[in-house]
């Protein structure tokens, strides 16, 4: 209490006081003992001062004015009137209704200590309550309570009588006692939510273990406990159950049987715990650190399952009947659940979307305003939340607001992980009444708490105490905690719950005796305990007396009522997309980012080939390969960066919403929405500005596509692991590990076909590399850069045809021809020598198998060559296919045994009518596109080289055509395989579902078709990306990851446990002697 | 502010993307023919192309003469990159072999590698560029070394690339690509005589009146190819010049001497004696450098 008020009150106790006929000795010592209970010594002294001058004064004026006239008295009463109102008004300015409630009820309190009830007093006091805007009705209630006495006249609905009789008022509220003598009052004020205590009788009454006086008025604070001269004690939270029985609240029993927790590892979390409670209590959680109080929730809230044991609701099984209870049960973890980048209000109002659905926009607004005002956060409401860096609200705001969050859908039970962690001595208060004044509405509410405030800890109506390893050592009334630990330790004033003066209570003071050592014979503390937590539970499975909870079986009320699928996915996007954009540099940097490097990448790479010219020449640029795959790489790092942290980020506010029963798919999915629209973006500009740079013309829509595709993928990838771990520091630490396989094994930095023999694949890209998401972006663009550019686009098909013929006069057939030479030549070694028969033999049928193999392949390859001239009208006879192929009785033929040099001959005819017939493939193809240049360059002088400038790359050219490769054809047990022009050379397609082919494929075969590269590739990347949701909607990794924890875990547990059996085994040996000694 | 550049940026994306699909008028139609006359038979201008000289001769020749470098006989690369049809590519790797040729004589290493580089490019371009190693002849230019395998490798892949071309059906650039050494030779043979006037030199400009008619013979077989016709002419033109060139071959006095076996033989040298004015060597200079200009311009 401030001076000043302290000051106005004592005024008002002199005005009210000399009234009528002056002060008495009681009123003044009334005065004293007030001042006694607020102030110390000396202060009280000071005021007694004040007092006894002010109504000194008073009385003076009083007696000068009464001497004179009678009808200065009315005008006395009016002055008097005008200063109360002056004094009253300074009040209102600076007091809380609160506390002007207790102030108007000390008012009272004085004029009762001699039941001098006159008209001046009366009317004083009453000016004081309408200035204090007391309602008529509380006037009298307060009224009623300081001067009443006897049941009959208390009979109000405010009020409730604590008596032995069964004679229960018509309105008035009724705890029924043992044996007592006279009543016990509590009077309601509803407006400032404040109790006062009277008691009427004559026996020792204790309020919080301090005698209750007779008649005097007393605060009934929350936690306070009233103890009868016998029978039970009377605690906070009965009272409040009483009122609270004409509030329409849902009824709830919550029981605990036997729950018991044993973690992975197989340490034990919970043991054995038993309780059970009603609605509107607030439970507190009390225990060391390690003692098991975040499991204790997590289990009773249902986040974690118990091992055994059961939680029940109204009877429904709060683990095996979830579905039941959907809605019942809110929780409010430890960290924050505020997304940082929205405001107060907007972090309300969207939790509050996903939570009613059945809600209007109007309503919503009104509902999270409501709670706003009710937290005091209105007024903060269009501040961004911040971080803690960034502060732009208090930590007890944010408190309340990650409170608020819950409190919006008013669930009947709700737990909450230490409210009061960080936040000062104020704020903690404020959230703990909020929590207590929710009880009062019927809530069930577990808090867990560490080392509170004495109003704080007297604020719970049950507290429990667990100790370390899980055991629950104590569950009731919080202050009686304190007098059975002191009670079991033996201590003086054990029966003292709270200090006698002040009325504080030490709940250290609790773990001090549980948490006790023993002293060894040098003073000096031991590790061990003096009462281990096994033999506290003893001590309390002894001496617990359970309360009985009023069993209720009623369908708990669910407040909850969760949106659709459609609906949750559009509020996840415009809350995620609200927060992205107020993140000004988020939202600058991803825009800029991907053009800037653009520009930077083309910008460097813009080589004009010619020193003494200026004319950039696209053809000449050796970079485009590169610049094709340093976009990918481009795209692969912006995709992952930016979506790295995403889920990360909101993983405790997923918790949460995973509580709330929301769709993971929904909002996985407005995740997925709002990246791949930037990824789109980005991919664009990039493309944009960095295509234009390097001349490529006609390809943005392709090179868009591609890079937007692996953006996606990248994206994709990022919320994987996103989801996964735990701190940013390993996500960013993980990202090379993802970026640099595929940089390595997306084709461009390493050949294929020169990696290591243990990956490598001799004519397909090997199997690793199908899996990066590069190596098929690379591809398609190279491929389709080369063959779709304008200037190729119309040469293709003719270079094709031009290479399949090359490829095959001059690698193909000769090393054909090779083969039945060395054939020749070894079955002359058997003839001539004879010897080493089985070696030679070996030899012998691999050249054959080649032989056999690739001729009959090409069989079937020439008759397609043939038929595409015949398509393609560069052939116009046509003649009888048996010409070019070689017959079956031929491939009869080749074997050691058969295989004359009569049938070599044979063989290489048919080789040689296979170069014939290349021969004019290539002549046809070729002149064809002589022709083809003809007409371009009589369209238009020149077009020809001026189109291959600005359409075609050379580097890129030598590239997919693989001019550098030194041998075009390459031996692999029975085959041939073609390292020259892979652009040119088609899939094979005798696999019906493998996809797989040679790097730089012009076209990919799958179930039985051809596709073009380029919509393959997507294909396939678009494939990836879809897969990659899988593991992120189950969340994989993250149990992989677990797995590998747990194992580790166990793994160094079994260890520990060898260490220490060595060590009892050490003990024990140590030991023996001693006992043997003993025996002596 | 956002939503006006997102759709600015949505805009410009589908201009592009919409200038993009705009049709190309330059693309030739799919249906164009291919009949390209007859087809000649390679056996019978085979024999007549293995005698003609290799792009090595005019340069060895030229080595002797001990005259000063000049890099304005030789075709630049810029011009050699521009040739597009097959037939000025054949030409142009022809000519071009005669200028490595040259370029080898003054080692010119920097020189020689921009050539190889060029001639890659075109021997590519004919599909011919198996038969040219252009990693090895790089490496051989560039750390100076042993230029003699370097010419020899040069001719040797100029001779599979002829082979080649002539074993698939393309007679006619092989034509062209010896035409191309021939004509280059001479060229280069022309200038530096005006350089050094050099009695050898004249004989071997005048010598090439035989081959001339060679040529013309072996270039008629496909006079009914597009761009033969003018190449017939302009050697037409040219033989009319070397028709006024008198060449007789004498036969010297008959000579024993030691084989290489050890074993006397008689020898009877032959010599040919080349009557040529130098009003007329100036005529015929002029000529070729004409005809090789015109050839290598657009």
Request: hydrophobic residues 40%; charged residues 25%.
């Given at each position: ?6 000051k ?6 002199a005005i009210i ?13 009334y ?9 110390s010594?000396d202060a009280v002294e ?15 004026t009083?007696k000068r004015k009464?001497?004179?006239?009678d009808?200065?008295?009315?005008r006395t009463?009016v002055i008097d009137?005008?200063?109360v ?8 300015k600076?007091?809380s209704q609160?506390q002007?409630?207790?102030?108007l009820?000390?008012?009272y ?14 009317e004083?006091i ?5 200035v ?5 009705s509380e006037?009298v ?6 001067m ?14 604590i008596?032995d009789?069964n004679d ?5 509220k ?7 003598h006279?009543?016990i009052?509590i009077?309601?004020v509803?407006?400032?939510e ?6 009427t009788?004559k026996?020792d009454?204790?309020?919080n273990?301090?005698?209750i006086y ?18 039970r004690?009377?605690?906070y939270?009965?009272v409040?159950?009483n ?17 018991q927790?044993?973690?992975q590892?197989g340490d034990?979390?919970?043991?054995n ?5 009603n609605?509107?209590k607030l439970?507190?959680i009390?225990g060391?650190?390690?003692s098991?109080k975040?499991?204790?929730l ?5 986040i974690?399952?118990?091992?055994s ?7 429904i ?7 039941r209870l959907e809605?019942v049960?809110?929780y409010?973890p430890q960290d924050?659940?505020?997304i940082e980048e929205l ?18 926009e109007?309503?919503l607004?009104?509902v999270?305003?409501?709670t706003?005002?009710?937290?005091g956060l209105f007024?903060?409401?269009?501040l ?5 860096m960034n502060?732009?609200?208090s930590g ?5 607001l ?6 919006i859908r008013?669930p ?9 962690s960080g936040?000062?001595?104020r704020?903690?208060?404020?959230v ?6 929710l009880?009062?509405k ?9 080392q509170p405030a004495?109003?704080i ?5 049950r507290?429990?105490?667990?100790d370390?390893?899980g055991y629950?050592?104590?569950?009731g ?11 079991i ?10 200090c006698p003066?002040?009325?504080?209570v030490t709940p250290e003071l ?7 050592k023993?002293?060894d ?8 305990r003096?009462i ?15 309360e ?5 079986s009623?369908?708990?009320?669910s407040?909850l009522?969760?949106?659709g ?5 559009k ?16 939202l ?8 800037l490097?653009g ?6 790479i813009?080589y004009?080939?010619?020193?003494a ?12 390969p590169?610049?094709?795959?340093m976009?990918i ?6 995709g ?13 506010i ?22 791949v629209?930037i990824?789109?973006v980005?991919?664009?500009l990039y493309?944009?500005i960095g295509?234009s740079?390097?001349?490529?013309r006609g390809?943005?829509?392709?090179y868009?596509?591609?890079?937007f595709t692996?953006?996606?993928f990248?994206n994709m990838?990022?919320l994987?692991?996103?989801?996964t771990?735990n701190?940013a ?6 990202i ?6 595929q940089?390595?094994?997306g084709?461009a930095m ?20 199908e899996?990066m ?14 063959k779709?550019?304008?200037?190729e ?16 006069q001059?690698?193909?057939?000769p090393q ?9 030549i070894?079955?002359?070694e058997?003839n ?17 198998a080649?032989?056999k ?5 090409e069989n079937t390859?020439?008759i397609k ?5 015949i398509?393609?009208k560069l052939i116009?006879t046509?003649d009888?296919?048996?010409h070019?192929?070689v017959p079956?009785d ?9 295989f004359?040099?009569e ?5 290489r005819?048919?080789i040689?009518?296979w170069d014939?017939?290349y021969?004019?493939?290539?002549a ?5 596109k002589?022709?083809?240049?003809d ?7 020149g077009?020809?080289n ?6 075609h ?7 997919v055509?693989n001019?550098?490769e ?7 047990k029975?085959?041939l395989?073609q390292?020259?022009?892979?652009i040119?050379?088609?899939?094979d397609?005798?696999d019906?579902?493998g996809?797989?082919?040679?790097f ?6 799958f ?8 919509w393959?590739?997507?294909?396939v ?9 899988i593991?992120?909607?189950y969340?994989?990794l993250?149990?992989i990851i677990?797995?590998?924890d ?19 085994v050490?003990v024990?040996s140590?030991?023996?002697p001693?006992?043997?000694?003993n025996?002596? | 502010?956002?939503?006006k550049?997102?759709?600015l940026?949505l ?14 008028s ?13 087809i000649?038979d390679?056996e019978?201008?085979?024999?007549i192309?293995?005698s003609?000289?290799s792009?090595i ?9 001990k005259v000063?470098y ?5 075709i630049p690369?810029?011009v050699?990159?521009e ?6 590519k ?11 040729g040259?370029?080898?004589v003054?080692?010119?290493t ?5 050539y ?5 490019r075109?021997?590519?371009d ?5 038969f040219f ?12 070394e ?5 010419m020899?490798?040069s001719?040797?892949s100029?001779?599979r690339m ?11 650039l ?5 035409t191309g050494?021939?004509?280059e030779?001479l ?6 005589n005006k350089?050094?006037?050099n009695?050898e030199f004249?004989d071997?400009?005048?010598?090439q ?8 013979l072996?270039l008629?077989?496909?006079e009914?190819?597009?761009h ?9 033109e040219?033989?009319?010049?070397y ?8 036969v010297?006095e008959?000579?024993?001497?030691l ?7 008689i ?20 000529l ?6 015109k050839?290598?311009s657009?």
């Open positions: 209490m401030s001076e000043e008020i302290l106005a009150l004592m005024q008002l106790f006081a000399k009234q009528d006929e002056g002060v008495e000795k009681n009123e003044v010592k005065v004293e003992t007030f001042l006694r209970s607020q102030l010594e000071e005021y007694m001062d004040l007092f006894t001058k002010k109504a000194a004064a008073e009385e003076r009083l009464s001497q004179v006239r009808s200065d008295a009315k009463s009137s005008v200063r109102l002056g004094i009253c008004k300074k009040i209102n600076t007091l609160k002007k409630v207790i102030v009820a000390r008012l309190e004085l004029i009762n200590v001699d039941k001098k009830f006159s008209k001046l007093r009366m004083i009453n000016t004081v309550a309408e204090f805007n007391i309602t008529k006037f209630d307060i009224e009623t309570f300081v009443q006495d006897i049941m009959r006249e208390l009979d109000r609905e405010t009020l409730l009588v008596n009789s229960r008022g018509l309105h008035a009724h705890i029924k006692t043992e044996s007592l006279g009543n009052v009077l309601q509803k407006s400032a404040l109790f006062f205590l009277k008691y009788g026996q009454v204790f309020l273990g301090l005698t007779n008649n005097r008025i007393y605060l009934f604070a929350p936690g306070s406990t009233i103890k009868l001269p016998k029978g004690p009377v605690y939270s009965d409040v159950a009122y609270m029985a004409d509030l329409k609240i849902s009824k709830l029993s919550f029981e605990v049987k036997d729950l927790f044993t973690f590892t034990i979390g919970l043991r715990i038993n309780f059970s409670v609605h509107g439970v507190g009390m060391a650190s390690g098991g975040t499991t204790m997590n289990a009773l809230s249902g974690t399952a118990p091992s044991g059961e939680v029940l609701i109204n009877g099984d709060l683990h095996r009947q979830h579905e809605g049960i809110g409010i924050d659940l505020l405001t107060v209000f907007q972090n309300l109002y969207y939790n509050a979307k996903l939570c009613f659905k059945e809600k209007n109007e309503e607004v009104a999270v305003n409501k706003l005002k009710d937290l007024d903060r409401k269009d961004k939340v911040g971080n803690a502060k732009m609200i007890g705001q944010r408190k309340r990650n409170i608020a969050l819950e409190l008013e009947s039970i709700l737990f909450v992980d230490e409210p009061t936040l000062s001595s704020d903690s208060e404020n703990m009444e909020l929590l207590s004044e009880t009062l019927g809530k069930l509410i577990f808090v867990v708490i560490h004495s109003d800890y007297k604020m719970f109506d507290m429990m105490i667990l370390n390893g629950l050592i104590y569950y009334n919080p202050v009686e905690a304190i007098v059975y630990f002191k009670t330790d033996n201590q003086i004033n054990s029966e003292v719950g709270e003066t002040c009325g504080n609790i773990f001090n005796i549980v948490e006790a023993v002293v014979e040098f003073g000096q503390y031991t590790e061990q003096k281990t937590p096994p033999q506290w539970e003893n001590h309390f499975k002894t001496k617990e007396i359970l009985e909870v009023e069993k209720n009623d369908n708990p009320i407040t009522n969760i949106p699928w459609f609906r949750q996915l509020i996840f996007t415009i809350r995620d997309v609200l927060s992205k954009i107020s993140n000004r540099q988020y600058v940097l991803n825009l800029i980012e991907s053009p490097l520009f930077i990448l083309a910008f460097l813009r004009i080939a010619d020193p010219s200026n004319i950039y020449i696209f053809y000449d640029n050796k970079n485009i590169p610049y094709i795959f976009s790489v481009v795209a692969l790092f912006l992952l960066t930016v979506s790295a942290e995403e889920i990360y980020r909101d993983r405790k997923l918790k949460r919403e995973k509580f709330l029963n929301l769709s993971r798919s929904s909002y996985l999915m407005s995740k997925i929405s709002i990246l629209f990824s789109a980005q991919a664009i493309v944009l295509n740079i390097l001349g490529i390809m943005i829509f392709e868009w596509l591609f890079l692996t953006f996606v990248a990838m990022g994987n692991i996103s989801a771990f701190s520091v390993t996500i960013y630490i993980l090379p590990l993802l970026l640099i396989p940089m390595a094994l084709g390493f050949s294929f076909d020169k990696l290591n023999r243990m990956i490598g694949s001799v004519d397909k890209v090997p199997l690793v590399a899996f998401a590069s190596r098929w972006a690379y591809e398609a663009l190279m491929v389709h850069q080369f779709h550019n304008e200037f686009e119309v040469y293709f098909e003719v270079d094709r045809l031009k290479s399949i013929a090359g490829f095959k001059t690698y193909f057939l054909l021809i090779e083969s039945l030479d060395a054939i020749e070894l079955q002359e058997i001539e020598k004879g010897a080493n028969k089985d070696s030679i033999r070996k030899e012998m049928n691999i050249e054959f080649l032989l193999n690739e001729m009959s392949k390859r020439i060559v043939k038929n595409e001239l398509n393609r116009s046509v009888d296919d048996t070019i192929l079956p031929v491939f009869k033929l080749m074997n050691p045994q058969k004359d040099s049938a070599n001959e044979e063989v005819e048919y040689k009518i014939e017939f021969s004019v493939v290539f046809k193809a070729d002149t064809k002589e022709k083809m240049k007409w371009q360059n009589n369209n238009e002088a077009s020809f001026q189109r291959r400038k600005d359409y790359n050379e580097n890129l050219d030598d590239i055509r001019v550098y030194k041998n075009k054809i390459l031996r692999y029975d085959k395989i390292q020259d022009e892979p040119f050379l088609d899939p397609d005798s019906f579902i996809f797989r082919t040679h730089f494929a012009p076209k990919k075969y179930l039985g078709q051809f596709y073009e590269t380029f393959f590739n997507i294909t990347i678009w494939f990836m990306s879809i897969s990659l949701y593991p992120l909607y969340e994989h993250k149990k677990d797995m590998f747990n194992i580790s875990t166990s793994l160094k547990k079994r260890k520990k446990k060898k260490i220490k059996a060595i060590q009892e050490k024990k140590a030991e023996e001693e006992e043997e000694k025996d002596d | 502010m956002n939503k550049i997102l759709l940026l805009i410009s994306f589908i201009i592009t993307v919409s200038c993009n699909s705009g049709g190309d330059n693309k030739p139609p799919e249906n164009i023919g291919t009949e390209d006359g007859p000649v390679p019978a201008i085979n024999k192309i293995e003609f000289s792009p001769e005019t340069a060895a020749l030229i080595e002797d003469l000063a000049s890099n304005k006989y030789l690369t810029e050699a990159s040739f597009d049809s097959n037939y000025k054949a030409l142009g790797l022809g000519m071009l072999s005669s200028d490595l040259y370029l080898n003054y080692q010119r920097n020189s020689i590698v921009e190889l580089t060029v001639i890659r075109l021997s590519d004919l599909d011919v560029d198996q190693d252009f990693q090895t002849l790089k490496r051989l230019a560039t750390n100076n042993d230029l003699d395998s370097l020899f490798l001719v040797n100029y001779n002829d082979e080649h071309l002539r074993k698939t059906q393309r007679s006619d092989s034509a062209l690509m010896v050494v021939w004509l030779g060229y280069l043979a022309c200038q530096v350089q050094a006037d009695k004249r071997r400009i005048g010598e009146k035989n081959i001339l008619n060679d040529l013309i072996v008629k077989f496909f009914k190819k597009p033969f016709p003018e190449i017939i002419a302009s050697f037409a040219l033989k009319e010049l028709d006024n060139v008198k060449i007789t071959i004498q010297g008959s000579k024993s001497q084989d290489e076996k050890g074993v006397y033989v020898v009877q040298d032959e010599y040919t004696v080349v009557e040529m004015s130098d009003e007329q060597l100036e005529e015929i200079s002029k070729v450098e004409k005809i090789r200009n050839l290598i657009a």
